[in-house]
């Protein structure tokens, strides 16, 4: 995931000598202000996060004591 994400906004976004942790700010520079930029981001974040979202309902729906699942 990170590397689609450096590859459409860019090297820049990486923290100094890291070649895989994503300086958030400067990232957030890039996709706050360009609604495209930030749609694209989403695109790329988005099902991810409703994978993870659904393994964890799925845990939780699968252990007896649990009674409530609550996402936000």
């Known amino acids: 995931l990170v590397r689609r994400i450096v590859a459409r906004f860019g090297s820049d976004i990486l923290v100094p000598g890291s070649t895989s942790e994503i300086d958030r700010r400067v990232l ?5 202000g360009d609604a495209s930029a930030r749609a694209d981001l ?4 988005h099902p991810r996060v409703l994978e993870a979202l659904d ?3 799925r845990v939780a729906a699968a252990t007896p004591s649990v ?6």
């Open 67 to 72: 009674n409530l699942f609550v996402a936000e």
């Open 55 to 57: 393994a964890a309902r």
């Open 42 to 45: 989403e695109a790329l974040l």
């Open 28 to 32: 957030g520079e890039k996709v706050f």
